[in-house]
């Protein structure tokens, strides 16, 4: 999944590439790849300047975060990122991050990962806390059983154990 820029000599590079999931190593990502990933677009080199333009799309599989059951989340990503050379990168006083270097991104020996950059873009499309659907009712806290699927008799009131002793002074 590398791109190797010093091919593009000024010029323009069409993309059309297609990867099945088991060409991504995601073992210890919080998310799995249900489809193949679809990448397309542009990359266009000025100089040590590159700019990769298209769009991201394929199915990814997560946990629901309520209820730990698996959904699909399909993502259909525009990119646009603006590559520079990793020796720009130099990183060495704190400084404050302006608007400007949030699509900058960075190449080494004039090769693109491609699949880190999709990898990247996949956690950004990915939704800030997952949900298998709005009203998901989540697992029983007393005996685990997920809430969607059946229902429960547990008692799911929480009775702090340091108050106990204070329940004795009240009669």
Same mark, same amino acid.
Request: aromatic residues 6%; contains cysteine; glycine residues 6%.
């Given at each position: 999944?590398?791109?190797?820029?010093? %091919?593009?000599?000024?010029?323009?590079?069409?993309?059309?590439?297609? +990867?099945?999931?088991?060409?991504?190593?995601?073992? $210890?990502?919080?998310?799995?790849?249900?489809?193949?990933?679809?990448?397309?677009?542009?990359?266009?080199?000025?100089? $040590?300047?590159? %700019?990769?333009?298209?769009?991201?799309? #394929?199915?990814?599989?997560?946990? !629901?975060?309520? !209820?730990?059951?698996?959904?699909?989340?399909?993502?259909?990503?525009?990119?646009?990122?603006?590559?520079?050379?990793?020796?720009?990168?130099?990183?060495?006083? /704190? $400084? /404050?991050?302006?608007?400007?270097?949030?699509?900058?991104? +960075? +190449?080494?020996?004039?090769?693109?990962?491609?699949?880190?950059?999709?990898?990247? $873009?996949? +956690?950004?499309?990915?939704?800030?806390?997952?949900?298998?659907?709005?009203? !998901?009712?989540?697992?029983?806290?007393?005996?685990?059983?997920? %809430?969607?699927?059946? #229902? !429960? #008799?547990?008692?799911?009131?929480?009775?702090?154990?340091?108050? /106990?002793?204070?329940?004795?002074?009240? #009669?």
């Amino acid at each position: 999944m590398l791109l190797d820029l010093s %091919r593009l000599r000024g010029g323009v590079e069409t993309l059309a590439r297609r +990867y099945e999931p088991s060409a991504f190593n995601l073992a $210890q990502e919080e998310f799995r790849l249900a489809a193949p990933v679809e990448l397309t677009g542009e990359v266009r080199k000025d100089a $040590q300047k590159v %700019r990769l333009t298209g769009r991201i799309r #394929t199915t990814l599989e997560c946990d !629901c975060g309520r !209820c730990l059951e698996p959904f699909a989340v399909p993502i259909d990503a525009n990119v646009d990122v603006l590559l520079l050379p990793a020796s720009e990168n130099s990183g060495d006083a /704190e $400084q /404050e991050v302006s608007e400007d270097d949030l699509g900058v991104s +960075y +190449y080494k020996d004039d090769v693109l990962d491609l699949g880190e950059l999709m990898r990247e $873009q996949f +956690y950004l499309a990915l939704p800030m806390k997952p949900l298998c659907r709005e009203d !998901c009712k989540g697992l029983c806290p007393v005996c685990g059983i997920n %809430r969607n699927r059946e #229902t !429960c #008799t547990c008692d799911a009131t929480w009775v702090d154990p340091r108050m /106990e002793a204070l329940k004795r002074f009240r #009669t």
